[in-house]
């Protein structure tokens, strides 16, 4: 390892304080301060620093003290929790030392750097924390990320994951730090990510492909902090280039369609999660280039406009993602959280393009969104302090997100609705031979095996329905809106495209759309053909040649609704109040009307069946699938087939 000088090093001399404490004297900390930008990337470096923290932007509310004091204490327990032994074998204890502990150890060491780094943080040139900082980088170098290892596991994270979190670093101790010790360091970058125009490589050289999509975003992101920070301009010019194939439109695989659709994985649905990424990424990367002359084009900026308008908007709901976009994401932990990338990416693109439009759909997100506080969950000072100004500014009128919205993404089999009279929406998930029925990976969605079936989301005045632990604790073979084979499914099973299942549809107007699917499943035990028919304020269900396999066990969920602790319910079968038992499963006989009546606003929900039908009910707790002290209440409806070519038909009326 080449000989590592810290100019902090060199021009700190010390001094202890009346509280035993050790102080860096002023010249170091000027050293810091008055970091001279001396060239283009040397502005993008600053500019980098200005996203992850943006400490020019810090005041003296009480939130961005609460922000750093969460910091400081993050900061703090990491450090506590280094291994520090002079022989050490790790420097974090994980549960498992595989290619994600590579990326979590370097995103500690990225905290403690940022507080060594950050004039509002009490660690500030601590140069006991720093001397940690640099000898755990030195210890990752040689230990677990270089260019001797095997990499083993996932690209992801030697590609992506690991070298975002190394820049990240290296910007943030870019002015004490000697430059070959950078140029030295990033070495093993340029081994792992050779080509900003590919990736999954790391693990598989046979495994390369052209990168598409959010993974393209990151990728360059990747390259051009490494090539900023190597002074490297034909390496940041070329990695910057590989993001104009992320504009076009596309007509397969990954990437944006004219119909708004998104793409990932080659057949997911993925606006909500991998979507997110890019474009938080790509208004990351509009600012960090913004004032130099690697800024983006116009054409490219209008694209992004459309993609807000077209792709974004539809899909969020009371300020949040829904649920149907979202992939395999959908079962972490605070998955509501993600539609804060979008907030937060309109919010930067607004201040990069002054644009007037983008600062009133954010302040109507902001608002509209009584979940969390969105501000309250950033941690950048920059973020905050843009965020509070569109807040504050009382010129900025919110916009009128009710308008009636009806569209279907044909590209990823999803649809869209929005009813302003009854104040409601409605989000359609489907699956066929382009689109898979559900994504599994890395432990996530193992079983969202129907959530592609047919699955119909009924957004109202319950903001918590889809979120608040609904997916640990839903039962996976009873979504609303399948029909379903209650045979026993292995975890992660069918992760594939529906490929004799297909998807048609058509939009009238704003207020009415026909859309059908023939469902072929899974385990190739039952098929069917439904309908879909939005008419304005409800919603008509109908399914006809039902066919299955001797001594299945077919249901057609009606209704699976999440009922809160808060709220009360009362449930009316035929117009008369029914008291279910918890857990207590319930059938009735020529039920033409049910009725969840909620003493919410804009919370009840009626059903009608256009012909009598023996329905099942029940009123069912469910615990958790990770940890049993999670519960959460359901009521379930639904209708059992025992005969072939069986047909039904309903309507939902949201009150």
Known sequence: ?????????????????????????????????????????????????????????????????????????????????????????????????????????????????????????????????????????????????????????????????????????????????????????????????????????????????????????????????????????KGLIYAKNCLNKVFPFVEKGDGFYKDGSFIQHDSVAYTGAYGNVLIDGLSQLMTLLENTKYNFGKANVERIDFWIKEAFSPIMYQGLTMSMVKGRSITRKKVYLSSSEIVRAIIRLADVENNVYYKQLAKSYIQSNTLYDYIENLNSYRDIYLAKKIMQDKKIKALDLSENILKFYKNMDRVVYKNKKNNFAIGLSMSSNKIKYYEAMNGENERGWYTGDGMLYLYN??????????????????????????????????????????????????????????????????????????????????????????????????????????????IYINNKEINLNENEQRSYADVKEVLLKSDKKNETIKYVFKKPQKIYVMLEKRCSQSDKKIKRKYFTMWLRHEKQNDTFEYEIYPL
Do not use: C
Not at 61 to 85: P, V
Not at 474 to 479: A, G, I, M
């Open 1 to 233: 390892m080449k000989k590592l000088v810290l100019l902090s090093m060199m021009l700190a001399t010390f001094s202890m304080s009346a509280n035993n404490k050790v102080i860096l004297n002023l010249e170091a900390k000027q050293n810091v301060e008055n970091f001279v930008k001396k060239d283009n990337f040397e502005k993008i470096i600053d500019q980098w620093k200005d996203i992850l923290i943006g400490y020019k932007y810090f005041d003296d509310s009480t939130q961005m003290k609460d922000l750093q004091k969460k910091q400081d204490e993050k900061t703090l327990k990491i450090w506590n929790s280094l291994n520090k032994e002079e022989n050490r074998k790790y420097l974090w204890e994980f549960k498992n030392y595989d290619s994600a502990s590579i990326t979590k150890s370097y995103r500690n060491i990225e905290v403690l750097a940022i507080s060594v780094m950050n004039p509002k943080s009490k660690y500030y040139l601590n140069q006991a924390l720093l001397n940690d900082v640099i000898a755990a980088l030195n210890w990752m170098k040689e230990n677990r990320y270089n260019e001797k290892i095997k990499a083993d596991g996932n690209w992801w994270d030697y590609e992506i994951g690991t070298p975002r979190a190394i820049n990240d670093i290296f910007v943030m101790l870019y002015p004490v730090l000697e430059k070959e010790y950078i140029k030295d360091y990033l070495k093993v970058i340029t081994h792992f990510v050779p080509d900003a125009n590919k990736n999954r490589g790391s693990v598989n050289p046979n495994l390369v492909v052209e990168a598409t999509g959010a993974n393209q975003i990151d990728i360059s992101k990747v390259k051009i902090l490494q090539s900023a920070l190597l002074k490297d301009e």
């Open 461 to 570: 005045g319950d903001i918590r329905q889809f979120n608040d632990e609904f997916w640990s604790t839903v039962d996976p073979y009873r979504l609303p809106g399948i029909t379903v084979d209650k045979a026993k499914r292995e975890d992660a099973s069918g992760s594939v495209e529906a490929k004799n299942s297909s998807v048609s549809g058509k939009v009238i107007n704003n207020k009415k759309g026909i859309f059908k699917m023939h469902i072929s499943n899974y385990l190739g035990t039952l098929i069917l053909d439904k309908k879909w028919t939005i008419l304005n304020n409800k919603i008509r269900v109908e399914a006809k040649n039902i066919k299955f396999k001797k001594n299945s066990i077919i249901e057609s969920i009606i209704e699976n609704r999440k009922l809160n602790d808060d709220t009360n319910y009362i």
